[in-house]
């Protein structure tokens, strides 16, 4: 196994607040890590920062052997870095099918010209990416709602086409954000059955997540921030019985028997 | 509904003849006052057009109007002062107004909605002055006075039918920009920034080609206008211009590119018709918005999408229809 992200002394200041500090972090290729941690506790900031949304204040992104710190986002995106959005971030005039398609554009490479003219090749590329596009919808469950909007779907169905539109970029690395968050059950499941997918295709995934329950069954190995610092790292066993998490996060491990 | 498909596509076809036979003879049966009022379409429907592009990425600027005066300027001087050649003139306008926007745009794009709107208001007020009080070049309000002709001697008619090649080139290009890549990325840009950024596109170069390839066709207009009109003043291109553009747009509907042509198309001729002008354009063009805006927020083309969508029973209710006939005969319910 090689490190597909090594994340070494990331930190972001929003004035005098420390959101991030000095986070080291280590992902291996085709593993999956949980980020845990109480609200406030610099998570999202940290999906921000990876991304490019936000600069970091300091530290370091290696990504692949590249240095990806304070990269664009749409660059960071096309080296296989991608994230989803809490909540429902989606191109909500779009129809389904044209949320996913857009973002199947990534890998491929046409300069402005070629395409206004339309010749032979764009037409061939424009085919195989309807192909594609139509594959990730089976594979997030969503093929028989492609023609409506986005804005018009069930909730559950919303969070499986923000993953969608992720997995069209053909990421490497999937960053998702609260992916199961306001989900009635059976949402949940298909949701981990969807991430379960994913990982078949050996995509490797950062989870962040209130849901112990999904973090837990789902997770290989959990990080838990806390008032933007590392305060733990290890399997999901060593984190149940960690002080410090139980102290700033869990709560007594009695409440948590379940 | 099937039966009816026939007979539909024949309707729409004999229409579109109809049409174009229409568009043809106007000239010929309405005279050079009718052959000026068409030129003024077409002129408006090609800014439309390069207007809808960059508001498709969420941003609306207020000096749209600007770049057709670029446009003018550009080709009535150096027609008028230094004598070159009407052609290069023309593709000299669309690259100095499509150079001028890029320079606004990259400093401009870092705010957004109302922001972005202001600076280019205060872009289009400094063009205004320069135009008005750069007397030594620009004649101030006397004017220029353009004498090269676009094309033989230049009579309305001459203009009218190079103007009418020019806006049919120009929705050309703008159908094929509408199903290119570059195209398909406008909207999602508009719809969720953050989550284009993430998903590859580049927000800003997208806004930047948006814009420049719209003021690039204003300018090119811009050309044809001075050279048809044979004079231009700074009175030609005030904030109005701008207003007129964005009532066009919004009465039209900025999903589908027919939309914001049938709304310059329809708006001009109804305008210009009626006689209105001055403050009784300005009314009618605020009331029309006002009704548009309380009875069909998206326009016709919304309005149109909506009846289709109701009449279709769920199937392909977001099929991209085509932008000429078909949606010239659905505008007009």
């Not at chain 1, 009635?184 to 995509?203: C, H, S």
């Not at chain 1, 789902?218 to 960690?242: P, S």
């Not at chain 2, 203009?159 to 909207?187: H, N, P």
Request: charged share 15%; net charge neutral; aromatic share 8%.
């Amino acid at each position: 196994m090689m490190a597909i992200l090594e994340i070494s002394g990331l930190s972001k200041r929003f004035g005098g607040l420390h959101a991030l500090d000095s986070v080291d972090l280590t992902v291996e290729a085709g593993e999956i890590v949980g980020i845990i941690g109480p609200n406030g506790a610099g998570k999202s900031t940290f999906f921000n920062v990876l991304s490019g949304v936000m600069k970091p204040t300091s530290g370091r992104v290696v990504f692949r052997g590249h240095d990806i710190t304070g990269h664009k986002p749409n660059r960071i995106a096309s080296k296989g870095l991608v994230r989803t959005f809490q909540g429902t971030v989606l191109f909500s005039d779009l129809s389904v099918f044209d949320n996913v398609r857009v973002a199947c554009h990534i890998p491929a490479h046409v300069n402005l010209l070629s395409d206004l003219v339309g010749l032979p090749s764009v037409r061939r590329r424009e085919r195989e990416m309807s192909e594609r596009t139509m594959e990730i919808l089976k594979l997030a469950g969503l093929q028989d709602v492609r023609d409506k909007l986005a804005k018009d779907l069930p909730h559950g169905h919303q969070r499986s086409l923000g993953v969608a539109v992720a997995l069209a970029t053909e990421p490497k690395l999937l960053c998702l954000d609260e992916p199961v968050t306001g989900m009635n059950a059976e949402e949940i499941e298909a949701m981990m059955e969807l991430i379960a997918r994913i990982r078949g295709r050996g995509i490797t995934i950062l989870l962040v997540e209130h849901a112990m329950k999904v973090v837990m069954s789902v997770c290989e190995r959990i990080m838990v921030l806390n008032f933007g610092e590392k305060i733990a790292e290890g399997t999901c066993a060593e984190i149940q019985d960690d002080e410090a998490v139980i102290e700033a996060y869990l709560g007594r491990p009695d409440d948590d028997a379940s | 509904m099937t039966k009816a498909k026939l007979p539909r596509r024949a309707l729409i076809g004999v229409l579109a003849a109809a049409l174009a036979a229409i568009i043809i003879m106007v000239p010929f049966v309405g005279g050079d006052y009718y052959a000026h009022i068409g030129i003024l379409v077409f002129l408006n429907v090609v800014l439309v057009l390069g207007y809808r592009l960059l508001s498709l990425t969420g941003l609306y600027s207020f000096c749209h109007i600007t770049f057709f005066a670029i446009g003018a300027y550009t080709s009535g001087l150096l027609s008028s002062k230094l004598g070159v050649p009407v052609g290069l003139c023309f593709l000299a306008a669309g690259a100095m107004a499509a150079l001028v926007s890029v320079l606004l745009i990259l400093p401009a794009a870092r705010v957004r909605g109302v922001y972005f709107f202001l600076v280019t208001f205060g872009f289009l007020g400094v063009m205004d002055s320069v135009f008005l009080h750069w007397s030594s070049l620009t004649g101030g309000d006397a004017g220029v006075l353009v004498e090269a002709t676009i094309i033989g001697t230049g009579t309305q008619t001459q203009d009218y039918f190079v103007i009418l090649a020019f806006v049919l080139i120009a929705i050309l290009v703008f159908y094929r920009i509408d199903r290119s890549r570059f195209g398909r990325e406008l909207a999602p840009v508009g719809n969720a920034e953050a989550l284009a950024a993430v998903s590859g596109i580049n927000v800003l170069k997208t806004r930047v080609f948006a814009f420049a390839i719209g003021a690039a066709f204003a300018g090119l207009a811009g050309s044809l206008f001075a050279h048809d009109a044979a004079y231009i003043s700074s009175n030609n291109f005030g904030m109005w211009g701008t207003i007129y553009i964005l009532v066009w747009l919004a009465v039209g509907g900025v999903r589908r590119m027919w939309g914001p042509i049938v709304g310059a198309v329809a708006m001009t001729l109804v305008a210009e018709l009626l006689r209105m002008s001055g403050i009784w354009q300005a009314l009618f063009y605020s009331a029309v918005l006002l009704l548009v805006m309380m009875a069909m927020p998206q326009g016709i083309a919304g309005l149109a999408d909506t009846i289709k969508a109701r009449f279709a029973k769920g199937s392909g209710a977001v099929a991209g229809g085509p932008p000429s006939a078909d949606g010239l005969v659905e505008g007009s319910e």
